[in-house]
């Protein structure tokens, strides 16, 4: 089984596409050519981001290039309710800002948004594979909702979750918080850290957000990371490594 590097940028939508674009390029400079795009639908309700024309047809670009494209959460963004408990406030408000939208959203909400999204873009001749959820928060109803809605897989913060062969892989995704500059210096120090800790598992995940392009000290390290990844990882959207994934293991149970 071949070493793995999967890129993903979050939180994609017509008003982050500038600083996608930059992404790609730099990525592109780093020998990185296929990543998973997630897309948002319609990110904090900005309006439907495939209803945007340029958009929509920058995005097919993508599609048709090599780029994955994933449902990524609705609108991004969760309301408050009025009888969270602190543990709730604490995952929602502080690690993710209120945008952990499918953290706690019911089976049926969780059904028809991620129905709509994906009839929507598949509407426009794009067919994701992944449903992922804003700031990995998946909880169980919603992620029963995603199944039943035919995603065959989602990534959380520690997993990436194949619904068809009903496995799941442990891999740690390496993520910025690039909000503050006390942040920016913790996450430079805690992804070299589980950067080394990863060197062995067969597949690294690196998670890239529109902001992070802005911070050179961030991007320093991404490059670096990458390049030295690529030294013996290819790098593949997530759509393709659980292709491989399970070509490899029929292989392995054909030959037992
Ligand atoms: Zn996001």
Not at 18 to 43: F, G, M, N, T, W
Not at 122 to 137: R, T, Y
Not at 138 to 157: C, D, H, P, V
Not at 224 to 251: A, G, M, P
Request: with cysteine; net charge positive.
């Amino acid at each position: 089984m071949q070493r793995a590097l999967v890129v993903s940028i979050h939180d994609v939508a017509p008003s982050t596409r500038k600083s996608v674009e930059k992404i790609l390029a730099e990525l592109r400079r780093h020998q990185v050519s296929a990543c998973s795009l997630l897309v948002v639908p319609d990110y904090h309700r900005q309006g439907r981001s495939l209803a945007d024309p340029s958009f929509r047809s920058w995005l097919q670009e993508m599609d048709a290039s090599g780029h994955e494209i994933v449902i990524h959460g609705f609108f991004h963004q969760r309301a408050r309710r009025n009888d969270e408990s602190a543990r709730d406030k604490l995952v929602t408000r502080f690690y993710t800002a209120d945008e952990g939208e499918f953290f706690d959203l019911g089976y049926a909400d969780a059904l028809r948004l991620i129905r709509e999204a994906r009839q929507e873009f598949e509407s426009h001749g794009l067919s994701p594979h992944g449903f992922i959820a804003p700031a990995w928060l998946l909880g169980a109803e919603a992620e029963r909702a995603a199944i039943a809605a035919g995603m065959s897989y989602t990534t959380t913060l520690r997993t990436v979750r194949d619904f068809v062969a009903g496995q799941t892989f442990t891999s740690q995704s390496l993520v910025y918080s690039v909000r503050s500059a006390w942040r920016r210096t913790m996450s430079l120090a805690w992804n070299r850290t589980l950067f080394r800790r990863l060197a062995s598992n067969p597949l690294l995940r690196l998670g890239i957000h529109p902001p992070d392009i802005a911070h050179r000290a961030i991007w320093r390290q991404i490059g670096k990371i990458i390049d030295v990844t690529l030294r013996d990882r290819q790098s593949l959207t997530y759509r393709d490594w659980l292709r491989q994934e399970s070509e490899f293991s029929n292989q392995k149970s054909a030959m037992m």
